[in-house]
């Protein structure tokens, strides 16, 4: 077998660092930024909705939603988001990245907006409506999964394509960070505007009316990024590795990059050769795919699963773990605008602690420590700390050792984006063949969404105390916090044990990686 690319995909490969592949990480990275902002910032807001639409001015506590409705308004994105992985990354196969690309953005701007504004003013209609556009921003946000690391993978160059497509993923955390701020900004501004007394000193007017508006422009807010990278997404020219790979169409992407490139490219005589190799068009249900591709396919799905169950149970009950551990007071003695200001607090500092390093560290160390050092590593240190933070769970409660277990908290996240949150996201945008990338990306996707599902659910009900009377209002009695860490525990140590069917794609072109240059002499 001779290996054989095509000098387009090989100038592409070779190509030094320039402005083009920073303007693709900003394009691409701004719809993390939008996934992140819309999936995180609910959490920052469901306690001032439930004081909001479930005030019962006879309970000792403030309303809280139901148990049932706070899951449908943390899940129902997700369950978007999965749905979306998988249509649109087939879709992205089918008819381009490019052109699924704008649909998905569009999606995002308009259900981001709807979601801010809800029919009529009970309980019920508003939940609803929120619920609704909320599961269609989640199946635009799945779309921008597959085709925004299939676009940075195929854009960039051999050396430093993991640092590009870690940086599109590290926009997810300045998307957490942002989340926060607006937060912070919204309730302050509010907060100052409209002084209210706390929950224990009068009931009814702990919430003023005028704070059913926080929620509101903190969700609405997440259309504006996505809205002002719309034109510059639009005019990205198709990828050349789908325009001569997929539609066979070497000219056209000959002429594209010669443009993206700034430099003249010929086109071979042998390149008709290389694309029509009826060898290298077995589709995804095929024996040859389940060959070459099912075990890697296999390790991307598998890890993304075990990541997700522990990092989405960890990111969305956050704010529980810090009323826990008393970092947020008591909700009787707040406001309810303060109590949104105090949540986002906590959970800013959190991600401007470790969140966000974290995702940087891996957009430096990629390209020379290779995606599997980094996921092995990341599982292993995320085992060790959720088993230091679970088994002497007791003692890390006691208000003076509350430092030890924020800093131990953190390290869990540190090591999670420093590690499999970042790595199940940029390998299987590379190991797999460019007309079944965006396919297989969407699918490992969907499973790692299947496992957030598993995590923010089941956590919601495992975490509840075993004692009957500690409960939260309308939950079953659970396993408790401390058994609910070390079950997280055991599932990062299967995550790592899964990572050794994960290729290591570092310094491969990616037609290498995938098999697809492979010509008889």
């Known amino acids: 077998m001779a290996e054989q690319q095509l000098g387009v995909l090989k ?49 000792e506590k403030p309303g809280s939603l139901p148990p049932h409705v706070a899951a449908a308004v943390n899940g129902v994105a997700l369950c978007g988001t999965l749905a979306g992985q998988l249509f649109f990354g087939w879709l992205g196969d089918k008819l381009g990245r490019k052109k ?32 609704f556009f909320r599961f269609w921003l989640g ?42 701020f607006v937060a912070l900004a919204v309730s302050s501004i509010f907060d100052r505007k409209f002084p209210a007394p706390t929950y ?7 919430t003023p009316p005028q704070a059913d508006y926080i929620w509101r422009i903190i969700v609405m ?97 956050q704010k529980d773990i810090f009323s ?14 303060h109590e949104v200001f105090m949540i986002a607090r906590a959970q800013t500092l959190i991600a401007l602690c470790s969140t966000v390093p974290g995702y940087w560290f891996t957009v430096a160390f990629i390209d020379i420590m290779g995606r599997f050092a980094i996921q092995l590593m990341g599982f292993f240190m995320m085992t060790v700390f959720m088993f230091a933070i679970a088994f002497p769970y007791d003692h890390w409660i006691k208000p003076d050792n509350r430092i030890g277990f924020v800093v131990m908290y953190s390290l869990t996240f540190f090591f999670a984006n420093f590690g499999p949150n970042a790595t199940t996201f940029i390998v299987p945008a590379e190991i797999f063949p460019a007309r079944l990338r965006s396919t297989c990306h969407g699918i490992s996707a969907a499973t790692g969404k299947a496992g ?14 075993q004692d009957k009377t500690k409960t939260d ?42 098999g697809e240059t492979e010509v008889e002499k």
């Open 324 to 337: 826990a551990i008393g970092w947020i007071p008591k909700a009787a003695t707040m406001n309810g605008i």
């Open 11 to 59: 100038a592409l490969d070779v190509a030094k660092t320039q402005l083009y592949h920073f303007t693709a990480i900003v394009i691409a990275g701004m719809g993390f930024f939008t996934d992140a902002y819309d999936l995180f910032c609910v959490s920052l807001v469901t306690k001032l909705l439930g004081r909001l639409y479930y005030f019962n001015p006879l309970s």
């Open 473 to 514: 209002a309308g939950y079953p009695p659970g396993i408790g916090v401390k058994n609910s860490l070390i079950m997280l525990g055991v599932i990062n140590f299967v995550g790592m044990l899964f990572t050794f069917l994960v290729p290591e794609p570092k310094g491969k072109s990616l037609e290498e990686l995938s």
């Open 139 to 180: 199946f635009g946000i799945g779309g921008d999964y597959p085709l925004s690391a299939t676009i940075m993978s195929e854009y960039a160059n051999k050396k430093t394509r993991g640092a590009f497509i870690a940086a599109v993923f590290a926009m997810q955390g300045v998307g957490i960070l942002a989340g926060g």
């Open 221 to 317: 807010f997440g259309a504006l990024p996505a809205a002002l990278t719309y034109y510059w997404r639009m005019k990205m020219p198709e990828t050349a590795r789908y325009t001569a790979l997929v539609a066979k169409n070497i000219k056209q992407a000959t002429q594209d990059m010669s443009k993206v490139l700034q430099v003249e490219l010929e086109m071979e005589e042998r390149a008709e050769d290389i694309v029509q190799d009826p060898r290298l068009n077995y589709g995804l249900f095929s024996k040859e795919f389940a060959k070459r591709h099912g075990l890697p396919l296999l390790g991307c799905t598998s890890t993304w699963f075990l990541l997700d169950i522990a990092f989405y149970s960890q990111n969305l009950f």
């Open 100 to 131: 699924v690309y704008g649909i998905t953005l569009i999606m995002m701007i308009v259900c981001s907006v709807a979601s801010g504004l809800s029919f009529g003013s009970k309980a019920k209609g508003v939940m609803t409506t929120l619920c």
């Open 452 to 465: 957030a599902i598993v995590g923010a659910f089941g956590f919601l009900y495992a975490a509840q105390p």
């Open 200 to 206: 224990a000193v009068n009931r009814a007017l702990s």
